[in-house]
Structure formats: structure tokens, C-alpha cells
């Protein structure tokens, strides 16, 4: 969790699936400050956004990006509600003066209530999912105990990470082949 390039990522992973029930890696109020805290440089400025509608748009999230490893239709509310959470903080462009000189940045328009954080990461959904050369890179670690998503920058990245979910197979893999050694040497 908080190793992906996206943002909108690592929100997904914040639930992990293959647990029953599902188990929520920011369920707590302390880890889901340290989460925030893990992305702020990612997302911008503002509170942390209200739980409820945070448990919200990872559900849609999670949703759209599971179905589509899947081969199905997402939910219809999925896709509604990753709408309605990018268009809540509406961002324009905007020119400022600093010391050095003319420069541009981002107004997020929080002043309806919106959470920019929140809007940030479902922009950042619809673009990953609107870009058909991005979403084929999107994979769910080959780990069948981990049900983190990552994008395979490398065609044979099959793990979440290559120092957990792939050295826990590497170790099973070597613990197979000197096992069956064993037992097929005596």
C-alpha cells in the first residue's frame, strides 16, 4: 500500500478482497491518517476527506477496476459515483505571481463542499480507465492470498511486489523443488 504510481491505485488496494470478510488496510482512524498523510504529496491540498464518502469512491473504484480483470460490466452506481466524486471540487487553471515570475497552478473549487482529494483521485480513475494503452497494463498481483492491482510498466511484473508476494512464491517455488528432491532421492 502507497507503492503505486497512481493514487487512485493504492485507494484500491486499501481494500483487500481476497480476505472474508474483506479487510479494510484504513479502517482505523490512525491508518487511514497515515495513509492521507502517505499520499499528500500525490494530491492537493486539503482535509482529509469524510470516510463515509471516501469508503464510497474506493467501492466504485475497486468495482470498475475488478471488473474489468474480470470480463464483466461494472455496477451502473460505480461509474456514477466516480462522476459525481471528480465533479464535486471542479479544478481550473489559473495564473499567479511568485518572486519569480508569472506562474500556472490548480484551483481546486472546494467552495460547495467537494473534496478536492477525493475529486483528484477519481479524475485520476477516469483517466486510467479512458486510456485504453494504461488499462491494459493493469494487473491484480499473481498471488492468490493478495488481491493488491498494480499497472505492469514490465510485461512479466506478475506480483504486487517483487520483495513480498514474490518472494513468498520464489520461496515456495525453492521449497517444491528441493521437497520433491528429497522425496523423490529416498
Not at 482505523?28 to 499528500?40: F, H, I, M, R, V
Not at 494487473?139 to 514490465?154: D, G, H, I, Q, V
Not at 518472494?167 to 523423490?184: F, I, S
Request: hydrophobic share 40%; with cysteine.
Amino acid at each position: 500500500m502507497g507503492g503505486e504510481p497512481l493514487v487512485v491505485l493504492d485507494l484500491a488496494d486499501t481494500l483487500m478482497t481476497v480476505t472474508e470478510p474483506a479487510t479494510d488496510l484504513i479502517g482505523t482512524p490512525e491508518a487511514s491518517a497515515t495513509w492521507w498523510a502517505l499520499q499528500s504529496g500525490s494530491l492537493p491540498p486539503g482535509p482529509v476527506p469524510d470516510t463515509a464518502a471516501m469508503r464510497r469512491l474506493r467501492a466504485a473504484i475497486r468495482d470498475v477496476l475488478d471488473a474489468h480483470l474480470e470480463g464483466r460490466e461494472a455496477r451502473p452506481h460505480s461509474l456514477d459515483d466516480i462522476n459525481a466524486a471528480a465533479a464535486a471540487a471542479p479544478v481550473s487553471p489559473r495564473l499567479v505571481m511568485t518572486a519569480s515570475g508569472i506562474r500556472s497552478e490548480e484551483r481546486w473549487h472546494t467552495e460547495h463542499g467537494g473534496s478536492a482529494t477525493l475529486a483528484a483521485i477519481a479524475a485520476e480513475a477516469i483517466g486510467l480507465l479512458a486510456t485504453p494503452e494504461r488499462l491494459r497494463l493493469l494487473r491484480r498481483c499473481a498471488n492468490p492470498a493478495c488481491s493488491m492491482l498494480f499497472l505492469a510498466e514490465n510485461k512479466r511484473r506478475k506480483w504486487c511486489t517483487s520483495n513480498i508476494c514474490g518472494n513468498r512464491a520464489r520461496v515456495a517455488r525453492h521449497y517444491e523443488r528441493t521437497h520433491t528432491d528429497r522425496a523423490g532421492g529416498t
